[in-house]
């Protein structure tokens, strides 16, 4: 049964528009999520968390939003642009879980075309 | 680039032999993660050592097995393979810190079980 649920396995932009990549999750004990980007031959890259006790979170032109209450998050990018294409995962760490237990979802192919 | 690092890049087995993959951490981090990763799945946790002791595993029988050595090189050992055992393997390194310390991924090794 999954925990992490990224619904969405594709998802195609317009460079300069806005990406909205979605996650939902079912553990009400994760206290920590994170947003990963993956280029294909390579591993995954940290690109922005956040913490349970927050709602949101922005770094530069990525930010994240947590809605505890619907058990949803979501990463916006804006503007998106070519070098954004890559897949996108969700992950989520269980409050007192060891520290390298991430538990992600399937991803996200995020396409943004010139 | 994360400054972790895998070998082999690429490997191909037969069912029932055993295998060994190996990672090296980024500079200063001390503990080590090791996921797998099935064609179209997100990483799944296999376990977590750190100062040497496994402190952490997921859901993988015993014939997945690790070791961590004392400059905090990895090693991942993995028995009578399966066909299912196909996948690439993710090695991950961070520093327990605080909490919530990022991970940062090496490039991966592509297991080919025939």
């Known amino acids: 049964d999954q925990q992490v649920k990224q619904n969405s396995p594709s998802l195609s932009v317009q460079e300069g528009r806005i990406s909205i990549l979605n996650c939902d999750y079912t553990?009400?004990?994760?206290?920590?999520f994170l947003w990963y980007k993956k280029y294909p031959a390579e591993g995954p890259t940290f690109l922005i968390s956040i913490s349970s006790i927050k709602d949101k979170n922005e770094d530069g032109r990525f930010t994240v939003f947590l809605n505890k209450s619907a058990k949803h998050l979501s990463l916006h990018i804006v503007p998106s642009q070519p070098g954004d294409s890559a897949v996108y995962f969700c992950a989520a760490r269980i409050y007192g879980g060891s520290q390298g237990n991430l538990i992600f979802g399937k991803g996200t192919k995020l396409s943004v075309k010139p | 680039e994360t400054g972790v690092t895998q070998s082999p890049t690429h490997l191909i087995k037969t069912r029932g032999q055993q295998v060994t993959l190996r990672c090296s951490s980024q500079?200063?981090?001390?503990?080590v993660s090791w996921y797998q990763q099935a064609l179209g799945q997100g990483p799944q946790f296999i376990f977590q050592y750190y100062r040497e002791e496994e402190n952490g595993r997921g859901n993988f029988p015993p014939r997945f097995s690790g070791l961590q050595f004392p400059n905090y090189s990895s090693e991942l050992n993995v028995n009578a393979l399966e066909l299912d055992d196909s996948a690439l393997y993710l090695c991950a390194s961070s520093l327990i810190a605080g909490t919530n310390e990022k991970l940062f991924f090496g490039s991966g090794t592509q297991l080919s079980v025939l």
């Open positions: 553990n009400s004990m994760f206290d920590y």
């Open positions: 500079s200063g981090h001390n503990t």
